[in-house]
C-alpha cells in the first residue's frame, strides 16, 4: 500500500482544513487507517485512527470534538477533518495504515505517507 496525504495549507485559528489520504493498492479496506502529527522539535503524536470498515473511530484527547476521521472504501480515502484549529495544531501531518495496529503507536504502522503541513496562525 502506497499512501499519499494532501490537504494541508495556511489557515488561521478557528478555521477548518480538511485532509486527504488516498491510497494505492486493493487491500485498503482491510486496514486499519490513522492520522499523526508531528510539531517541530516534538515526537510524531497520534491523532485519530479509524477501524477498516469505518464503523469505529478513536480520537486524542487534544482533538477530540474539533477533528473527524472518515474513510471512502470505494475511493481509497480516508479523511480528517479539522475544525476549531488552534495554533497548537500546528504540525506536520501523517496518515499511516497497517492490518492490526496498536493504534496510538506509529512503531506499530507499517505504511505512511509523505505528510502534509498545517500552519494555523493566531
Known amino acids: 500500500v502506497q499512501l499519499q496525504a494532501s490537504g494541508g495549507g495556511l489557515v488561521q485559528a478557528g478555521g477548518s482544513l480538511r485532509l486527504s489520504c488516498a491510497a494505492s493498492?486493493?487491500?485498503?479496506?482491510?486496514?486499519?487507517m490513522g492520522w499523526f502529527r508531528q510539531a517541530p522539535g516534538k515526537e510524531r503524536a497520534w491523532v485519530a485512527a479509524?477501524?477498516?470498515?469505518?464503523?469505529?473511530?478513536y480520537y486524542a484527547d487534544s482533538v477530540k470534538g474539533r477533528f473527524t476521521i472518515s474513510r471512502e472504501n470505494a475511493k481509497n480515502t480516508v479523511y480528517l477533518q479539522m475544525n476549531s484549529l488552534q495554533p497548537e495544531d500546528t504540525a506536520v501531518y501523517y496518515c499511516?495504515?497497517?492490518?492490526?495496529?496498536?493504534?496510538?503507536?506509529?512503531?506499530?504502522?507499517?505504511?505512511w505517507g509523505q505528510g502534509t503541513e498545517v500552519t494555523v496562525s493566531s
Open positions: 493498492g486493493r487491500t485498503f479496506a482491510s486496514y486499519y
Open positions: 479509524i477501524t477498516w470498515s469505518g464503523y469505529r473511530t
Open positions: 499511516a495504515g497497517d492490518p492490526s495496529p496498536r493504534i496510538t503507536e506509529p512503531s506499530s504502522y507499517n505504511y
